[in-house]
């Protein structure tokens, strides 16, 4: 079974439009984040959740909006697509600090192209 | 606020022998982790090695061997008897709990 599995592994779409990307850890891990990765490789935290609550928001557009129904699932809704969202989004998860939190798993990630 | 710095955009290695590849940070805070993962052209993110600041010893795992220097704020990834599998973009990060802060990444190739 997959640790982190995220879906879709391809998204192609055009501008203005609006899409979700979902992800789910059966691990029990506390913690989902996202990632994203510009074409130059370049990979920069976006959210943090822990058991559910926000905890990291990385001054990302307000159109991008995570959702958290429960402690294994993060998703991605992004608004209005725009050229400069194209990248690859990762989610991760890890346990709560304190309790082995540096053991970080990711998924496979997700391309977006925004045509 | 943290950074990581990778000052080697690509390296190439023979067969069998050995590479470095370099990483600095910058932080204020005292108790944090040092990452280096391995991404291949599949795209999956894979934890290569980890150390912990308190610790002294560098980590070993395998073939992987980090250099911590905690004063330098240095961090080097050593790959010994390297093979064609290693091949890779490789990226070092800095983590305290919260979120992972990315270098950005080392192409390494490896030569037959």
């Known amino acids: 079974d997959t640790a982190v599995s995220q879906t879709p592994k391809y998204l192609v779409t055009q501008m203005g439009n609006d899409k979700s990307i979902k992800c789910e850890q059966n691990?029990?891990?506390?913690?989902m984040y996202w990632y994203k990765q510009d074409s130059k490789k370049f990979l920069k935290i976006m959210f943090s959740y822990n058991n559910k609550e926000l905890i990291i928001n990385e001054t990302v557009p307000n159109r991008f909006s995570p959702k958290s129904p429960d402690k294994a699932h993060l998703n991605l809704h992004i608004n209005s697509l725009e050229l400069g969202d194209s990248a690859v989004y990762f989610c991760a998860s890890s346990p709560s600090r304190g309790q082995g939190w540096e053991k970080l798993f990711f998924g496979s990630g997700t391309q977006l192209s925004v045509l | 606020a943290q950074t990581v710095t990778q000052s080697q955009p690509e390296m190439s290695v023979q067969e069998a022998e050995t590479v470095t590849l370099s990483c600095t940070y910058d932080?204020?805070?005292?108790?944090?982790?040092l990452f280096w993962y391995k991404q291949p052209p599949s795209r999956q993110m894979i934890l290569v090695i980890r150390?912990?600041?308190?610790?002294?010893q560098n980590a070993t795992e395998n073939r992987f061997s980090v250099n911590f220097q905690k004063a330098a704020k240095s961090f080097s990834l050593k790959i010994s008897d390297s093979q064609l599998g290693d091949a890779a973009m490789y990226f070092c990060?800095?983590?305290?709990?919260?979120?992972?802060?990315f270098g950005a990444g080392t192409i390494l190739r490896v030569k037959s």
């Open positions: 990060a800095w983590g305290n709990g919260n979120k992972l802060v």
């Open positions: 691990l029990g891990h506390d913690t």
């Open positions: 150390q912990e600041a308190y610790k002294q």
């Open positions: 932080t204020s805070e005292s108790d944090y982790y």
